[in-house]
């Protein structure tokens, strides 16, 4: 069927698609809120350049249009919420700052890519900017943690000051994320895996792996387990079980990356590493005793004592917006801080509901539910099977970020930016999404 787009679709941009995938690649590292700026200015310029270039009577998705759907406005009032709660903050300067970096400058750089791909949607090769990111960031990330293991006396890049040596070559590996000064942390390189396995998971779900596929998949999920950040293991764990319901298929691949994280968990058990999964005292929180748990360490007894104290500040003056970022915490509460025993709610609704009031956190959950909406809609259309992989890879991620998102709180800085620039590309998508004639594809 011929498009029937009034935009001149260019197909592949080799500039764009330069661009898209270094962003993506460089994401996971601590490359500094100036880089990110930068990137985010040139791929906005870059989009609207090839929109303005290619357009030849109307697009398919004008600016106006895209302002004006559900998903335009719920940005809209989101940014909306952000820009208020400046007002109240102690830091008005520090949160405006906020604002620009993980709001406003996000906002614009989804709604740039998204209008491009929904009038152009061969202009960003996905896949392949997905699976090249994926491949540089496992040689630098797990290259530096082998240079670690192996001459842990003489490491290329300085410990952090938070780890205190000397490690064991095992106690390395999973110290390493935390560890490495290149990479922004193991909260952002777990949020960053858990688009790359959402990617292979679906991948393994519509069609076959090569062996360097599987053997990167499986490097992955290594590195995931690496970080010990149980909220993502469980997460993509979910995720996994999602997609054999979701899309009503059966994956052995996916059963053997199960139990090749069951086999990952066993070495750990034997190797005696298993005191960097289980931190706390099991049997006082199962009976209920929390502050006693907390008293002997772990962060699940810490969260649940956190989200309470959050929860109760909230409930207070539940729509009083008190400022953006986390710092302000820190530097203003610190009786709260004292309170809860965390510097912020480690959950990002929670988070969200602090800062600019619970109307900030129903604004955030409009927008994930109409993305998702839009994904499902677009994938029972029966489009080309490219199209079904894309809607299948973005709701899958989005379930695995948000999954995470509700332990932690990811969704700022560089992680931030990674989920506004990738679901771009199937928003743009699932937004120009029309049924297409004949048999769909499988």
């Known amino acids: 069927m011929e498009s029937l787009n009034p935009f001149k679709d260019p197909g592949n941009n080799p500039r764009l698609n330069v661009l898209f995938t270094i962003y ?3 994401i996971p590292f601590a490359i500094g809120p100036t880089t990110r700026y930068l990137f985010s200015l040139a791929t906005i310029a870059l989009s609207w350049h090839i ?7 109307s697009p398919s ?24 709660s400046v007002f109240f903050s102690p830091n008005p300067a520090y949160s405006l700052k906020v604002f620009f970096e993980d709001f406003f400058l996000n906002t614009v ?48 890049f300085p410990w952090a000051d938070q780890i205190q040596g000397p ?26 895996l858990t688009l790359v396995i959402a990617f292979w998971t679906v991948k393994t779900v519509f069609g076959r792996l090569s062996l360097k596929e599987i053997c ?26 999602a997609s054999q319901i979701f899309f009503r298929k059966t994956s052995k691949p996916l059963v053997s990356a199960l139990l090749f994280i069951a086999a990952l968990g066993t070495m750990v058990v034997v190797s005696g590493n298993m005191k960097h999964f289980v931190r706390e005292d099991w049997q006082l929180i199962l009976k209920g005793e929390i502050e006693k748990a907390r008293q002997l360490g772990g962060s699940i007894p810490l969260r649940v004592s956190t989200y309470r104290t959050f929860a109760r500040e909230v409930i207070k003056d539940p729509l009083r917006p008190r400022g953006l970022g986390k710092k302000l915490i820190k ?3 610190p009786k709260l801080v004292k309170e809860a025993g965390l510097l912020h709610g480690h959950n990002t609704l929670l988070n969200f509901a602090y800062y600019m009031g619970v109307q900030g956190a129903l604004a955030l959950s409009a927008i994930i539910c109409i993305q998702a909406w ?15 992989t894309l809607m299948a890879t973005a709701l899958i991620f989005m379930l695995m970020f948000w999954g995470t998102n509700m332990v932690t709180d990811g969704f700022l800085h560089g992680s931030a930016t990674m989920y506004w620039l990738f679901t771009a590309v199937p928003t743009g998508v699932a937004m120009g999404c029309k049924p297409v004639q004949g048999n769909a594809a499988p």
């Open 24 to 26: 993506l690649a460089l």
């Open 51 to 57: 929109l303005l270039k290619e357009r030849q009577v």
């Open 61 to 84: 998705l004008s600016l106006a249009e895209f302002i004006r759907s559900p998903l335009g406005i719920f940005l809209a009032i989101l940014n909306l919420f952000a820009l208020f």
């Open 109 to 156: 750089l989804f709604g740039s890519v998204a209008i491009l791909v929904s009038n152009c949607p061969n202009s960003i090769r996905w896949e392949r900017s997905v699976i090249t990111a994926n491949a540089l960031f496992l040689c630098a990330y797990l290259g530096l943690m082998l240079q670690w293991v192996v001459f842990p006396s003489s490491p290329l």
């Open 167 to 192: 490690l064991t070559r095992w106690e390395a590996v999973f110290a390493f994320g935390n560890g490495c000064r290149v990479f922004h942390g193991i909260k952002h390189t777990s949020l960053f």
């Open 216 to 241: 990167i998949f499986l490097l992955d999920l290594f590195t995931l387990l690496t970080t010990t950040r149980r909220g993502a293991i469980l997460a993509v764990v979910s995720g996994f079980a």
């Open 331 to 333: 530097e203003y509460r």
């Open 374 to 388: 839009l994904f499902i809609r677009c994938l029972k259309k029966g489009r080309r099977a490219p199209e079904r």
